[in-house]
């Protein structure tokens, strides 16, 4: 069966530090990969995708960038973080090709201070 | 432009009521999926099931079922006899032709009170 795994779970950081969030899918290969991020009480806003290694894909443009340097890991970093970066933040799965359900990981807590 | 709507930001029920979570989506696309993903307090979203705009056919799972109406494009889920592990936030989701990822609403709370 296919796992997702992320880390860290909880992440304090200070304004102005790097970030660097890690998402590994095992069990399957060739798989679609997303970061999402979920402000508090809001719903979910896609930041990346990944269709194949080094094939990275941006929706919303800002101080976050994403690396596929393996087929099963994804990768979200920031060379300054802003107190806006604050937020849950979930890496997801899918088979490929079109419309298929993703399946999330357990999400990591950041907070910027 | 694609857009879900979930109307409900919160609801409260007593353990053993039915509640609906209402879900209403727009699209341009002729081919679309839409989803429903359950998030408990952990955080993680799990998924809970899949539906495409050719199968209006409703569904049922359990204590769950799901109303497609493509003439007023909503797409409800409902909760028989709810129980208080059904406390989550709930989240629609669409995906249309040639997109790459989910367009999810802003989610509907739901407490289960005992």
């Known amino acids: 069966s296919q796992t997702i795994h992320q880390w860290p779970a909880t992440l304090v950081q200070p304004v102005g530090s790097p970030l660097s969030l890690e998402c590994t899918v095992e069990?399957?290969?060739?798989?679609?990969l997303y970061w999402y991020r979920q402000a508090a009480g809001r719903g979910l806003q896609l930041l990346f995708y990944?269709?194949?290694?080094?094939?990275i894909s941006s929706e919303v443009p800002q101080n976050l960038s994403a690396s596929r340097p393996q087929d099963r890991q994804f990768i979200l970093s920031s060379k300054k973080l802003l107190l806006s970066d604050s937020g849950f933040y979930l890496c997801?799965?899918?088979?490929?090709?079109?419309?298929?359900?993703?399946?999330f990981g357990p999400g990591t807590r950041l907070t910027v201070l | 432009a694609q857009k879900v709507t979930q109307a409900q930001t919160e609801i409260s029920v007593v353990e053993k009521e039915d509640v609906t979570l209402d879900c209403v989506y727009e699209?341009?696309?002729?081919?679309?999926?839409l989803f429903w993903y359950k998030q408990p307090p952990s955080g993680e979203l799990v998924f809970l099931i899949r539906?495409?705009?050719?199968?209006?056919q409703n569904e049922i799972s359990g204590r769950y079922s799901w109303n497609f109406q493509k003439s007023t494009s909503s797409f409800n889920f409902t909760i028989t006899a709810s129980q208080v592990v059904d406390s989550a936030v709930y989240f629609c989701?669409?995906?249309?032709?040639?997109?790459?990822?989910?367009?999810f609403g802003s989610g509907t709370r739901l407490q289960v009170q005992p």
């Open positions: 990944s269709v194949g290694i080094g094939q």
């Open positions: 539906r495409n705009s050719f199968d209006e």
């Open positions: 989701a669409l995906i249309g032709t040639g997109r790459r990822a989910l367009t």
């Open positions: 997801a799965w899918d088979r490929g090709g079109a419309y298929n359900e993703q399946f």
């Open positions: 069990g399957t290969s060739n798989p679609n």
């Open positions: 699209t341009r696309d002729t081919t679309y999926y």
